[in-house]
T-cell receptor, first 113, second 115 residues
Framework: DAKTTQPNSMESNEEEPVHLPCNHSTISGTDYIHWYRQLPSQGPEYVIHGLTSNVNNRMASLAIAEDRKSSTLILHRATLRDAAVYYCILRDDGSSNTGKLIFGQGTTLQVKP | GAGVSQTPSNKVTEKGKYVELRCDPISGHTALYWYRQSLGQGPEFLIYFQGTGAADDSGLPNDRFFAVRPEGSVSTLKIQRTERGDSAVYLC?????????????FGPGTRLTVL
């Protein structure tokens, strides 16, 4: 699985937008970009995923660079509940892939009131 | 509906003892994953079940670790002769099928402490 690079930590103020970057310069054509987050003392939860086009859902938006070597998870209005570790993960949709998630260190997001 | 549940939530044991950790996946989910998370690290893959069979056990650290899913639903992770280095949070996740892009739903984890 291709490797991703994320900043160790970021801070945001409540009700402001947050842009969480992820670099994946060795991404392959069949790799999807997935984001999971882990709230304190909980298991990870799915946030969003995409391949080439930008994606939006109720939780967040995902902006993918044209060359796909980087992406940004956007939280439009951070709340205190968004304080978590955010993981950017590449997943290959190949038939031989078991679907296991390869987590890195992630970005710890702190949200200030 | 009910999510993934794991029992116990906490387990304290002594070095050398045997432990079993249980995972109840979401009903109807055929794929089940076990991960281990050490303090300050991201979760690390251990084993993947598709139905009753272990389709990928490449993440099990050694032969002290074993997992079963006899009826394709509940899974048990078994650790023999526990060591202090086994202390971690053990996470279970399930997904509706084994498709590699399916969303995985995680349980709250079992915190294992080996004294």
């Amino acid at each position: 699985d291709a490797k991703t690079t994320q900043p160790n930590s970021m801070e945001s103020n409540e009700e402001e937008p947050v842009h969480l970057p992820c670099n994946h310069s060795t991404i392959s054509g069949t790799d999807y970009i997935h984001w999971y987050r882990q709230l304190p003392s909980q298991g990870p939860e799915y946030v969003i995923h995409g391949l080439t086009s930008n994606v939006n859902n109720r939780m967040a938006s995902l902006a993918i660079a044209e060359d796909r070597k980087s992406s940004t998870l956007i939280l439009h209005r951070a709340t205190l509940r968004d304080a978590a570790v955010y993981y950017c993960i590449l997943r290959d949709d190949g038939s031989s892939n078991t679907g296991k998630l390869i987590f890195g260190q992630g970005t710890t997001l702190q949200v200030k009131p | 509906g009910a999510g993934v549940s794991q029992t116990p939530s906490n387990k304290v044991t002594e070095k050398g003892k045997y432990v079993e950790l249980r995972c109840d996946p979401i009903s109807g989910h055929t794929a089940l994953y076990w991960y281990r998370q050490s303090l300050g690290q991201g979760p690390e893959f251990l084993i993947y079940f598709q139905g009753t069979g272990a389709a990928d056990d490449s993440g099990l650290p050694n032969d002290r670790f074993f997992a079963v899913r006899p009826e394709g639903s509940v899974s048990t992770l078994k650790i023999q002769r526990t060591e202090r280095g086994d202390s971690a949070v053990y996470l279970c996740a399930s997904s509706s099928t084994g498709h590699p892009l399916n969303e995985q739903f995680f349980g709250p984890g079992t915190r294992l402490t080996v004294l």
